[in-house]
């Protein structure tokens, strides 16, 4: 009890809580449950003053007005900003509120491996990778019927789920190549397209938005997880296909080959149906090709083991917390 009483304060802003069940609230939830043993963890959408240690926020932009807050009130506590894909492959590069947010910050978390050549030179410095994680699964066995394709991703432009939707359209005709697809409708005119595809396309099915333990399952379940994101920081559904011993077929951009690394073999260019269709096909027809991409999957899993991703953490707030301490003490 004493001990527990001693815990530094840390507070883990997050733009989204978990309502929004997306990639921020999982990484700020995971973290809080990694913390709680080294620190007394507080979880908010917007830090309205407290007199807590350290700092963890979540996306340049949309948490500026904490990060502002904070430095202002504790210049000399630890603030630690996580970036987001739209953090580095966007607005960093033209929001004045993102920039800011980087200049404030003690490090910049990075959540894939290429990230740190997304940051400002000057401040590479202070970036920090640190992959995320997802419990082991074991591998279910797979009808082999049909081939079960699954995205998980929010309907908006981000995700690109255009090029899923184009690519169902390419395999209607394949009544063995499934695709389902998991998200929220949060841009109103990709709902209504999704809808008349289903409409339309009989293997296509949009299951909406679902429960996290849900959607983890299904990716479990399905034969082959496809990411077509024009956008990604390092999604957390790729670490939990590839911890579940479910393939991957994934765009080739930076947050995704900062995941897979660079000799993945399960790569279309952002936005290339006819590739992704492609690509698909040969899963269906080619016994040898799902093995081959579980098996590079499967080479990167220990990369996203949890105490991988806690060491990281544990160790990045201590050295912070050394060098704030040395910084506040008097003369």
């Given at each position: 009890m004493l ?5 530094p304060?840390l507070v ?23 913390l709680?043993n080294?620190?007394?963890v507080t ?53 004045v509120d ?8 003690d ?6 491996e ?18 995320q ?19 998980v ?6 995700k690109s ?40 396309v009989r ?5 909406g ?14 034969h082959?997880?496809v ?7 390092g999604?957390h ?25 660079t000799?993945f073999g399960?790569y ?5 149906d ?17 093995p081959?991409?579980?098996?590079q ?12 991703e806690?060491?990281t ?8 917390t ?10």
């Amino acid at each position: 009890m004493l001990e527990a009483m001693h815990r530094p304060a840390l507070v883990i802003v997050t733009p989204a809580l978990a309502a929004a069940n997306n990639g921020n609230w999982q990484t700020a939830q995971r973290w809080a449950r990694m913390l709680r043993n080294d620190y007394a963890v507080t979880l908010t959408d917007r830090w309205a003053g407290g007199d807590e240690q350290l700092m963890i926020a979540l996306h340049a932009r949309r948490s500026a007005v904490s990060v502002s807050a904070w430095r202002a009130a504790h210049p000399h506590r630890p603030l630690v900003l996580v970036l987001t894909g739209t953090d580095l492959y966007r607005d960093i590069a033209r929001d004045v509120d993102a920039q800011r947010s980087l200049q404030l910050a003690d490090r910049l978390v990075v959540l894939n491996e290429r990230g740190l050549a997304a940051l400002p030179e000057p401040l590479r410095a202070k970036g920090v990778v640190c992959l995320q994680s997802a419990s082991r699964r074991r591998v279910l066995r797979k009808t082999s019927r049909h081939l079960r394709a699954l995205m998980v991703g929010h309907l908006r432009e981000e995700k690109s789920p255009q090029t899923y939707f184009d690519t169902a359209r390419r395999l209607a005709a394949r009544h063995d190549i499934l695709l389902d697809h998991i998200g929220g409708e949060l841009d109103p005119a990709l709902g209504r397209a999704a809808r008349a595809l289903m409409a339309s396309v009989r293997t296509y099915r949009w299951l909406g938005a679902l429960p996290h333990a849900a959607t983890r399952a299904r990716i479990q379940a399905a034969h082959v997880l496809v990411h077509p994101s024009r956008l990604e920081g390092g999604a957390h559904v790729v670490i939990e296909a590839v911890s579940s011993g479910t393939p991957v077929i994934a765009s080739r951009i930076d947050g995704n080959v900062g995941l897979l690394g660079t000799d993945f073999g399960g790569y279309f260019e952002p936005g290339d149906d006819l590739r992704l269709a492609t690509l698909l096909r040969q899963a269906r027809d080619d016994a040898a090709m799902l093995p081959l991409l579980q098996a590079q999957c499967a080479a990167r899993a220990p990369l996203f083991a949890p105490e991988a991703e806690r060491a990281t953490l544990r160790q990045l707030l201590a050295s912070l917390t050394c060098l704030r301490t040395r910084t506040e003490a008097p003369p």
